[in-house]
T-cell receptor, first 116, second 112 residues
Framework: GENVEQHPSTLSVQEGDSAVIKCTYSDSASNYFPWYKQELGKGPQLIIDIRSNVGEKKDQRIAVTLNKTAKHFSLHITETQPEDSAVYFCAASSTVSGGSNYKLTFGKGTLLTVNP | KAGVTQTPRYLIKTRGQQVTLSCSPI?????VSWYQQTPGQGLQFLFEYFSETQRNKGNFPGRFSGRQFSNSRSEMNVSTLELGDSALYLCASSPEGTGELFFGEGSRLTVL
């Protein structure tokens, strides 16, 4: 089955700096790579995703890059703010049996702390 | 649009008991997935239901079961609780064919 490794497990940055979280995956059939943000006491929230036909995607201060050859993808947050402090999870998925449903495998998470 | 609703939010059980958790998906979402979240293992997939049928299943023992009703609401049950079942149980609904998961806030189960 799919295996997703995520690094680092903790990351501390100063407000205004950039933060980068990296993930690798094992299944070359994976074609969907979402990122989730989980704040304390809440469920994970989808913040950005990328599909295998795209190399990079941006949404304001957040960007994700994908390298299918190397089987890794990264989350980039620029101009970090204290409210960016949370646990971030990457995930990888392929469709099951070529159908329309997905089975996501998550990384272990990165605790990001943005210091004011 | 209302989000995913999970009940109860918190519960305490003792070893050997059983528990049932409930999930109401976002209106129009027919796929419901369940995940177990623990500090050591992270987010682990339990099972996924679509149109009242279990479509995918993770590597959990048979004590963990679920079902989905015709209105897409879902329940999961854990029988013969063990201390290691203490975790945050997350339900997520998804629009068909997208892979996008919308999570509820979870049910935190403590087994004493």
């Amino acid at each position: 089955g799919e295996n997703v490794e995520q690094h680092p497990s903790t990351l501390s940055v100063q407000e205004g700096d950039s933060a980068v979280i990296k993930c690798t995956y094992s299944d070359s059939a994976s074609n969907y790579f979402p990122w989730y943000k989980q704040e304390l006491g809440k469920g994970p929230q989808l913040i950005i995703d990328i599909r295998s036909n795209v190399g990079e995607k941006k949404d304001q201060r957040i960007a994700v890059t994908l390298n299918k050859t190397a089987k890794h993808f990264s989350l980039h947050i620029t101009e970090t703010q204290p409210e960016d402090s949370a646990v971030y999870f990457c995930a990888a998925s392929s469709t099951v049996s070529g159908g329309s449903n997905y089975k996501l495998t998550f990384g272990k998470g990165t605790l990001l702390t943005v210091n004011p | 649009k209302a989000g995913v609703t999970q009940t109860p939010r918190y519960l305490i059980k003792t070893r050997g008991q059983q528990v049932t958790l409930s999930c109401s998906p976002i209106s129009g979402h027919r796929s419901v997935s369940w995940y177990q979240q623990t500090p050591g293992q992270g987010l682990q997939f339990l099972f996924e239901y679509f149109s009242e049928t279990q479509r995918n299943k993770g590597n959990f023992p048979g004590r963990f079961s679920g079902r989905q009703f015709s209105n897409s609401r879902s329940e999961m049950n854990v029988s013969t609780l063990e201390l290691g079942d203490s975790a945050l149980y997350l339900c997520a609904s998804s629009p068909e064919g997208t892979g996008e998961l919308f999570f509820g806030e979870g049910s935190r189960l403590t087994v004493l």
